[in-house]
């Protein structure tokens, strides 16, 4: 199976082919998700491989398993390989780091924002063949900060009935395509040439459940429209399928939007632009420890 990706650098385009059946990792722990007992949900945290700083903040916060049920609940980091002048020692750190926490997955394809649509394809690809166990996905980025256990008593209400077609997340559904051959989210009428873009959830922050996952991996291939922007590809495929997505008013996404909801109720906030911030809203929370 082939997914093809194209990317737009304004005014260059790129354009290249994945095979899903043969994907390759530099670093990946295939048995990271069959020792869990009750899976329940996997947090995939897409990462940029020089930010250690921001996976060690994580993990001394939101992501620390002293706060959380360990048996329900997995967090990966998932990185791509880095392509800075001092590449190597990136790498190299990023090895003796997998070493230390065992959470890290790479993938063998550079990393960066125009190529999204590899690390979300990783991130399926992760769910779908090494940890099918979990019923649940939640694709998040470093700049979140994600209450666990918000977002666990949130999974548990989601019925059964519903596990073929849930996703969820900060629904954009009236966002039109931007034109601007500079803007990061330029996009061609050529490639998209319609006025609005289907219902999609920010990327940053969108809840699924594996078994959709896999449906979405088997319509990719099959997109006539391909974007560098991930989160709308979702959206279109998720429009193919007739599935919709749910609004999740807990995933504060944009500066405001959460003004009326404490912070020890949200389920994801965004735009931590420094670990100090981080810090000191899960120092705020003062959430009960069980190490």
Known sequence: MFVWCAYYFAP???AF???IATFNWTILNKETCSQQHQPLL???????????????AIRATWANPCTYDRLRVRYIFLVGTYAGWNKVTVNQLLHLEFSLYGDIAQYDYADGYTRLPVKQIAAFIIATQYCSNFPFVFLTDEDFFVHIPNLVN???HIKMDDYNT????????????VRQRL?????PAEVYPNGTYPWFTAGGATLLTTQLIDRLLKELP???????????????????????PRNIEKICI??????????????????????????????KLNLPSTC
Do not use: M
């Not at 003004?259 to 120092?283: C, F, M, N, S």
């Open 42 to 56: 996997l947090i995939i945290i897409r990462s940029s491989p020089d930010r250690w700083d921001r996976r060690k």
């Open 183 to 187: 803007s990061r989210y330029y996009v």
């Open 166 to 177: 849930f996703i969820g997340g900060y629904v954009y559904n009236d966002s039109s395509p």
């Open 254 to 283: 944009l500066w405001g939007s959460c003004q009326d909801i404490p912070l020890e109720r949200r389920i994801a906030v965004h735009g931590y632009e420094t670990t100090t911030d981080l810090k000191r809203d899960w120092h």
């Open 12 to 14: 260059y385009k790129l």
């Open 222 to 244: 099959k997109l006539p429209t391909r974007l560098h922007l991930e989160d709308v590809t979702t959206g279109i495929v998720l429009q193919k399928l007739r599935v919709k």
């Open 154 to 156: 949130y999974i548990e």
């Open 17 to 19: 082919d994945i095979k």
